[in-house]
């Protein structure tokens, strides 16, 4: 009997025709797995674009109408102006692209401006959403279902920044009430207004006797519904109004500058006096100055130098009394020492503008020391400061004057004494304060 054979032959050929169907699918995939990522890579390109042409366009507007942290207001003409020049610029960008883009982002795509008020961080937000289908070759044999691709770009554009979010009176002490020392505090019998920016303390703000403190609107007519902070403790709350409300401390790096001082004063062009030299009228630009400057009004010997208190600090033993000190678009660096204005005193300072660039000195910035001094800036009738006074370390008095535009200017100190016999207005003014310029930074 014969014993039959059964044949192995054409079983290589159904494996090679299920190799060849395998390796096509893996094909189909790597193809359409191709498409649709040049695809994703295309609408995010053109959504990053879209988004930052947007927020470049609201950064010129909001630049252009000098809107800065403390004049930031989502429902003003300015800020109106520059969301629709921001959607209407992110809308032409993504037609150039070949993106259509409408106002309406419910759909995942469109583009939307968004402004935060709420607050130390002002900011708006150009949000563009794209979507796309992607015609895959070979992924209609697996599903029905059409392939597309979502993006989100973000970016947002911040103002001028200025220091410690636009506070126009700052105490950094960080310490609760403790007697008369800490923190700001107001005293007297009249009334300190601030107009624009606020006032905030890091630890304890402080109403004593008769005063009344108001935080008002820029135009200085009507109270502002906020503006009075502090970060640990208030006594008198009843002298200050609005109410104050307590708030998380201002950070460091709401304050602190890109250079010390030492560093500002080693720039080319600075003038550096001593107290024996320094000029009662300063010509503009940087001056770096060594020694305690006293300023005691005309009934006193110009120039004549006393021997200065131990606990001032000066290393050369001595302090200027001068009669006054003029000076329009000027920085002035204090490197180990401080001002004090008693009696009928006569300053008349200013800091220089944006432009022209008044290099070496800072555009906005009006004095800067990082020194522990004890300042007292009580002028008479004419006299006036105009810009930021950055004394991180310092404690400082500034009473009334009688002089209603004394005080344009921004101080912010260790602790802040404000008040006195004179009523005392504090106007914030963007043109004379230091500030940053506007950011545009892409989050998403």
Not at 26 to 35: I, N, P, Q, R, Y
Request: with cysteine.
């Amino acid at each position: 009997m014969k014993t039959r054979q059964r044949s192995e032959s054409g079983q290589a050929l159904i494996l090679l025709t299920l190799a060849i169907v395998a390796l096509l699918g893996f094909t189909a995939l790597a193809v359409d797995g191709s498409m649709v990522y040049s695809d994703r890579r295309f609408a995010q390109t053109a959504a990053d674009a879209s988004a930052l042409a947007g927020a470049s366009a609201a950064a010129q507007v909001i630049a252009n109408q000098a809107v800065t942290s403390a004049s930031w207001n989502c429902a003003s003409s300015a800020l109106q102006s520059a969301i629709n020049a921001a959607r209407l610029a992110a809308i032409q960008r993504g037609g150039a692209n070949n993106v259509v883009l409408d106002d309406d982002i419910s759909d995942d795509h469109g583009v939307s401006v968004v402004c935060n008020s709420s607050g130390s961080d002002k900011y708006l937000d150009v949000i563009v959403r794209v979507t796309q289908q992607t015609e895959t070759a070979f992924a209609q044999v697996i599903t029905s279902q059409p392939v597309r691709n979502q993006v989100i770009a973000v970016a947002r554009v911040r103002p001028k920044k200025t220091l410690a979010f636009g506070y126009t009176i700052v105490a950094l002490n960080p310490a609760g009430c403790n007697g008369q020392s800490n923190g700001a505090t107001f005293y007297g019998n009249p009334d300190v207004n601030v107009c624009g920016g606020g006032i905030f303390s890091n630890g304890c703000l402080r109403g004593n006797g008769n005063i009344d403190v108001y935080v008002k609107d820029l135009g200085c007519t009507s109270i502002a519904p906020s503006g009075l902070f502090y970060a640990r403790e208030v006594i008198g709350s009843s002298k200050f109004h609005p109410a104050p409300h307590s708030a998380s401390a201002i950070p460091t790096d709401a304050y602190t500058l890109d250079f010390t001082p030492e560093q500002l004063c080693a720039r080319p062009g600075a003038h550096h006096v001593t107290i024996e030299n320094i000029p009662e009228v300063l010509t503009p630009g940087l001056w770096c100055i060594t020694g305690d400057i006293s300023i005691h009004g005309a009934d006193l010997q110009n120039h004549s130098k006393v021997a200065a208190p131990p606990e001032s600090g000066d290393e050369s033993g001595l302090e200027c009394h001068i009669n006054k000190l003029y000076g329009e678009g000027v920085t002035l660096v204090f490197l180990n020492g401080g001002m004090t204005c008693n009696g009928n005193c006569d300053f008349r300072i200013s800091a220089p503008a944006a432009s022209p660039d008044p290099y070496p000195a800072v555009p906005g910035l009006l004095i800067y020391s990082t020194a522990k001094k004890n300042w007292k800036l009580n002028g008479n009738s004419v006299s006036y400061f105009r810009g930021t006074i950055l004394l991180p370390k310092a404690d400082v008095t500034m009473n009334g004057t009688g002089n209603e535009t004394a005080y344009y200017t921004q101080v912010i100190t260790w602790n802040f004494h404000g008040g006195g016999t004179n009523d005392s207005i504090f106007r914030w003014d963007d043109q004379w304060m230091f500030s940053e310029p506007v950011t545009v930074e892409l989050n998403k």
